[in-house]
Every structure is written in C-alpha cells, then in structure tokens.
C-alpha cells in the first residue's frame, strides 16, 4: 500500500536520502524546505504521516507538530520529529507536543521504512 508522506526538513541533502529511502517502498513523497511551507501544504491536504525536522527556518517541527494536533483533520496523523539531539529536553518536548515518535539522525533507512508504516497502520485502526 503506498503512503502520501510529507517531509519537512531545511537541509536539501537530507530531504533527498528521505525522499529516496521512503519512495523505495512506491510512497508519495511530498518535500518542504520549512515549516512554514509544511503548514502551507497541510492547510488544503491531509498525508498519511509526516516526518518534520525539529530545527528549521520559521517554525520548528514541535511547533507544527503542536499545531497539527489541534486540527480535527489532522490529529490523527503521525508525526515522527528528526532531530539531531538525543537528549531528555528533546524527548520531553517531543512528548509534549504529542509527536507520534522521535527519530534520530542519521537515520536507518530501513528502520524509518517499517516505523513510519507501522505509525500509519496503527493510527488508521484508530479512525
């Protein structure tokens, strides 16, 4: 079954291996630069999961990620923070903006792969 995934993240390189290694199992994936393009293409579409980089330009990936869950339409989304940082504040602030999980850079493409199919499956039990 093929996913429509939203990526957000400001380093060009790193949208790229995320779009490679999420497409590899026939996913759409769709790329922003920024948070504020993120809030931008969810304002009139609904992907099946996003993985939002916790430090970019306008708006970091908590801060969407504490908005998304607001929208009715949204909520139900599972959203997977990146970050660099593996640390308690991280994780704490993860958890307080309700982010469906925290995943650490560099990432393990494969292990993205089935954690970001498994997050979907899961959340669509719960519709």
Request: hydrophobic share 40%; aromatic share 4%; charged share 25%.
């Amino acid at each position: 079954m093929a996913y429509t995934i939203l990526v957000a993240d400001d380093e060009p390189a790193i949208r790229t291996m995320l779009e490679v290694i999420l497409s590899a199992d026939g996913h759409e994936i769709i790329t922003v630069q920024d948070g504020r393009s993120a809030l931008e293409y969810l304002q009139s579409h609904t992907p099946d999961a996003m993985l939002l980089d916790v430090k970019m330009p306008f708006m970091s990936g908590f801060e969407i990620c504490s908005r998304v869950k607001r929208i009715k339409r949204l909520r139900h989304t599972p959203v997977l923070l990146l970050t660099a940082l593996d640390d308690d504040q991280t994780r704490d602030q993860a958890k307080m903006v309700n982010a469906d999980d925290l995943v650490h850079k560099p990432v393990s493409g494969k292990q993205l792969r089935s954690r970001v199919v498994q997050l979907i499956q899961s959340h669509q039990g719960n519709l």
